[in-house]
């Protein structure tokens, strides 16, 4: 006759039986979360709409503004205004501005200095002098100045004791009219000066003295001679 065997007792039963192990354990999760929903729920949750309470903020202080003085006008004197006196600037620095006079209308008008012309110098005034002289002639010149306020044209009359002239020319305007004589010639310009403006007239003269007879610009004798 066989015998029965005996059911495994301890370890050996639990490890036979994994169902046991896996029961166990949910047996106590449960029992752990019991406990957790009990102390949860043992909280007294804030009011809702509950604000925490707000922190005091600190006031700004504000510092003492000093006084302002707000200094008084100046009442003001008959007769003295608030600018700057002085002298205007074209007298301080002396130049030799023009005279205001109080015309009819009330307002200051400037009048002109007298020109040089009107002081007794002459409007056109030349100067003469030879440019080259060489073997049987020489180049000559008569330079010319309007000292007057208005542009105006020249006129040059040379005499020479003898000789021949050769020709007669001024540079960069255009010529004028020559007009031959015994020993010399004239001049007519075909171009003004404008009031300050210089021209030179040039001629060229054979078998002559350098030294002309006569030199004269509208009539007034040539400097340089």
């Known amino acids: 006759m066989r015998r ?10 639990i490890a036979t039986s994994p169902w046991i192990v ?7 999760m ?10 949860y729920r043992g909280r007294s949750p804030a ?12 006031s700004a202080v504000v510092a003492p503004s000093a006084p302002t003085s707000v200094a008084s006008p100046v009442p003001a004197l008959p007769g003295i205004s ?10 301080a620095s002396g130049s030799p501005s023009a005279d205001p006079t109080v015309g009819s209308s009330g307002r200051p008008t400037a009048t002109r200095s007298p020109s040089r012309a009107s002081s007794g110098q002459p409007a056109m005034t030349g100067r003469y002098r030879v440019v080259q002289s060489f073997d049987g002639g020489f180049i000559g010149e008569v330079a010319m100045v309007n000292a007057s306020a208005r542009s105006r ?13 050769v020709t007669a020319w ?4 255009p010529q004028g009219t020559i007009r031959e004589s015994d020993g010399g010639f004239t001049y007519v310009s075909g171009v003004e000066v404008s009031p300050g403006g210089s021209v030179a007239l040039r001629f060229h003269m054979e078998r002559a003295s350098s030294s002309p007879r006569e030199c004269t610009v509208d009539g007034v004798r040539c ?3």
């Open 170 to 173: 001024v540079e960069g305007v």
């Open 4 to 13: 029965v065997p005996r059911p495994p007792h301890g370890p050996v039963a």
């Open 223 to 225: 400097d340089g001679l």
């Open 22 to 28: 896996v029961g166990a354990g949910v047996v106590v």
């Open 30 to 39: 449960v029992v752990l979360l019991f406990v957790a929903l009990g102390a």
């Open 153 to 165: 044209g020249w006129t040059v009359r040379l005499e020479f004791s003898g000789g021949r002239l």
């Open 82 to 91: 608030g600018r700057a006196s002085g002298l205007p600037p074209s007298a």
């Open 47 to 58: 009011p809702d709409g509950a604000r925490p309470p707000a922190l005091p903020v600190p």
